[in-house]
């Protein structure tokens, strides 16, 4: 027999978790200690929220589990928004909280966590795929069992249990569970549809989505497109499933796309096939109903939005995207081949007129500097905010699997945090955080982390003095901007110094491209504050 805390933290380390992510409190202090003893790192975060993301970025950088660790109450309501996150982008996490005594529930207790205060296991449900209280030591092996389940099983996502302090020192009997493997393959009863589909189609287009990173199918992508000759579109959040200059590549449609994408929309699309996207209010401007396709074939793991953004007749494709792409690799071509060679529109973006006054540098320069001086494998992590738009037109990919952005959560910082979790999780990779000043305001004490952890991520702030994509769509749409500027705009460069990382302030192309080659150099946490036009429009003007 052993404590509680004991036996979930030797799981932990079974499981292959090396850092957990957190602040701690006296409730989880059992666990602290237990972490320690059995060689996981904890990395003490700056806030609750931050570790929540930090662990999303361990998780996705080492295809394992993320743990987040808060103490009870405000700990765990500080969770929330980074479980939520985790939820969008179905990112395996584990939010592990505490509560007083269980002996003591129904009294008035500091930060309870129970339906008597602030009942965190009713608030986690929401944004997770299982929650609960761990009330008695026998219960820890079933409620563990179901949380690694839920949290692998299907599509991958966060999970919560609330472990009372007493509980922790309560003693178990001993057991051993294993993961589920990660990422099952469920595949689809109606593939052959899909093949008759594609046999007669002349005029297909594929769009990817971000379901292409959760199940890290880039090879299998690349192959399908070329195997039926199809072009490829990606979403904003499809932003790095595909290489930009692979002859196949439309580029990027929906906000921050490029005219290409709807040049080539505009003479009649016969078969859209949608793999790994939602069609998000953010990814369909640019499919309006004068461009609509004749059919679609929807590949998702989730039936709940196939059919409701474009209404033409929709063959669902369900269950585990790259399982059913390597199912459709293996069946015969059919009569793809007579397909005529596909013309593509050429590539202006390099040409586009810049929109800068030429006092400051313009979104386009800084993405073109950031591919040009950056290792082609480089992950980065695009932020919630016109920073990331104008990645999503610009940046180009070559590497799959080393841009992540998402836009329908879109919790602004969490960039800054996932770059962290994913830097200590992947020590060998170059981490780049694009991050605005905005951004930087709700989540960059996490910087603090980084230096202190010695992980040497590259935080590239866009600093224009305002939430740009905010301001200009107020402008745009309603008339005015209001509460969208910061008089006194933060001086990221300082901002960062005053936590321990190294820093550059940039106002030209030459300051910037010389900050990063010796931020790289360096390998030390980095701030690289770019100042760029406050009035320069970004690629997002599309959503109403």
Not at 265 to 286: T, Y
Request: a negative charge.
């Amino acid at each position: 027999m052993q404590t509680v805390a004991k036996t979930l933290v030797q799981h932990l380390t079974s499981w292959g978790v090396t850092h957990v992510f957190g602040i701690p409190g006296k409730p989880v202090t059992p666990l602290v200690l237990e972490m320690d003893r059995n060689g996981i790192t904890f990395v003490l975060a700056r806030h609750e929220c931050g570790a929540g993301f930090a662990a999303a970025g361990y998780a996705l950088a080492n295809k394992t589990l993320g743990v987040a660790l808060g103490t009870a109450g405000p700990g765990g309501t500080n969770m929330l928004t980074a479980a939520g996150q985790a939820m969008a982008t179905g990112t395996p996490v584990l939010f592990l909280t505490g509560q007083p005594p269980i002996k003591e529930i129904g009294k008035v207790l500091g930060q309870d966590s129970t339906m008597f205060g602030t009942d965190l296991v009713r608030m986690f449900e929401p944004v997770t795929k299982f929650s609960a209280r761990v009330e008695r030591a026998e219960l820890l092996e079933v409620y563990l069992k179901h949380a690694i389940e839920q949290a692998f099983t299907g599509v991958a996502g966060p999970v919560h249990l609330s472990i009372p302090l007493d509980v922790l020192y309560e003693e178990c009997p001993a057991f051993q569970l294993e993961p589920p493997p990660y990422g099952p393959q469920q595949i689809s009863s109606n593939l052959d549809e899909v093949v008759e589909i594609l046999s007669v189609a002349r005029r297909p287009v594929i769009l990817a989505g971000i379901g292409v990173h959760a199940v890290e199918a880039y090879e299998e992508l690349e192959s399908f497109a070329e195997r039926w000759n199809i072009p490829v579109m990606t979403t904003p959040g499809g932003k790095g499933v595909f290489r930009s200059r692979h002859p196949l590549s439309l580029g990027p449609l929906g906000l921050g796309g490029v005219p290409e994408t709807e040049i080539y929309m505009q003479d009649r699309i016969d078969v859209l096939l949608v793999i790994g996207s939602q069609l998000s209010d953010l990814e369909v401007p640019g499919l309006n109903p004068a461009v609509y396709p004749r059919t679609l074939v929807h590949f998702d793991h989730d039936p709940r939005f196939i059919g409701k953004a474009i209404h033409v007749p929709t063959i669902p494709v369900l269950g585990n995207l790259k399982a059913n792409l390597q199912a459709l690799l293996k069946r015969e071509v059919g009569q793809s081949a007579a397909r005529p060679p596909v013309s593509l529109p050429s590539r202006g973006r390099e040409e586009a007129a810049e929109t800068s006054s030429g006092r400051y540098l313009t979104g386009r320069q800084v993405m073109k500097t950031l591919r040009e001086e950056l290792p082609a494998d480089a992950i980065v992590f695009g932020d919630a905010g016109s920073h990331s738009f104008y990645a999503i037109q610009h940046f180009d990919i070559e590497v799959p699997g080393t841009f992540f952005f998402e836009e329908v959560f879109a919790s602004m910082g969490r960039a800054i945090g996932y770059a962290v979790g994913a830097q200590i999780a992947r020590p060998d990779r170059t981490i780049v955080c694009l991050t605005g000043d905005g951004c930087l305001f709700m989540n960059g004490s996490e910087v603090s982390t980084a230096v202190n952890c010695g992980a040497p991520v590259l935080f590239v702030v866009m600093n224009n003095g305002s939430l740009d994509m905010v301001d200009k769509g107020m402008a745009r749409h309603l008339g005015r901007a209001v509460g969208t500027a910061y008089p006194t705009p933060v001086d990221a460069a300082k901002f960062g110094e005053s936590m321990g990382a190294v820093a550059y302030r940039c106002e030209t192309e030459g300051e910037l491209r010389q900050a990063i080659v010796t931020a790289l150099r360096e390998r030390r946490t980095a701030i690289i504050d770019v100042i760029v036009d406050p009035h320069e429009i970004p690629p997002t003007m599309k959503r109403g």
